[in-house]
């Protein structure tokens, strides 16, 4: 079972440039969220979708939008990098947004010059 | 922001030792969680705390929810080499969905 996949896994940008991180998962979950992990902390909210249809600002949304394509797929995208957002990036997924139980995809590990 | 606090930072421990780690805060939550992250790799669900009080097992992991609903406990048992890694608290707080996290400990069993 694939779970979370993520895409890429390693970018390399420069500043200003724009991507797009993607994810998918297969677990038919109605909860999508992306986080970023920096050293020595905990994992940080940029966005979340509760449910298919709606998205919602987390802790750390600013420099990011993101888009619910569809049940399965959640991306986010960068439109100016900016090397602030050096860091690694993750997708996760949960059945239902009240519980917090969250399956998490390999991670995409983002440098900006 | 909310804040959780995780500690230790980092616990160096022997084979076979039992290793025990907390997690506080000042804020209610109506959920903890546990979370083991291993290099290179996403983090992984452990253990799930819905209620006040309540103790959980997992095979040699013990968490429990904080009587207040302000703390959380993890144990590890007869700690084994496969143990290694990041272990992450997480509460939710019952105005939203958010998760907030702790900053994480880091477990490494010396040789």
């Known amino acids: 079972n694939a779970g979370v996949t993520q895409t890429p896994k390693f970018q390399v940008l420069k500043t200003g440039q724009s991507m797009t991180l993607q994810c998918a998962q297969d677990?038919?979950?109605?909860?999508m969220y992306w986080y970023r992990q920096d050293p020595g902390m905990g994992l940080r909210l940029i966005y979340y979708s509760a449910s298919e249809g709606t998205t919602d600002k987390g802790e750390v949304p600013n420099g990011y939008n993101v888009s619910r394509l569809n049940k399965r797929e959640f991306s986010l995208r960068l439109e100016s990098a900016a090397p602030s957002q050096t860091s690694v990036y993750f997708c996760a997924s949960g059945l239902l947004a009240t519980t917090g139980e969250l399956f998490f995809g390999e991670g995409s590990r983002l440098t900006v010059l | 922001g909310q804040q959780l606090n995780q500690s230790p930072q980092s616990m160096f421990i022997q084979e076979g030792e039992d290793v025990s780690m907390n997690c506080t805060s000042s804020s209610i939550f109506n959920t903890w969680l546990w979370y083991k992250q291993d290099p290179g790799e996403g983090p992984v669900l452990l253990i799930a705390?819905?209620?006040a009080g309540e103790l959980t097992s997992n095979g040699r992991l013990t968490a429990q929810f904080g009587i207040t609903r302000k703390d959380s406990f993890l144990n590890i048992s007869a700690s084994i080499p496969s143990d290694v890694g990041i272990y992450f608290c997480?509460?939710?707080?019952?105005?939203?969905?958010?998760?907030?996290w702790g900053a994480g400990t880091k477990l490494i069993i010396k040789p």
């Open positions: 677990m038919n979950h109605n909860s």
């Open positions: 997480a509460g939710q707080l019952n105005s939203n969905y958010q998760l907030i």
């Open positions: 705390l819905y209620k």
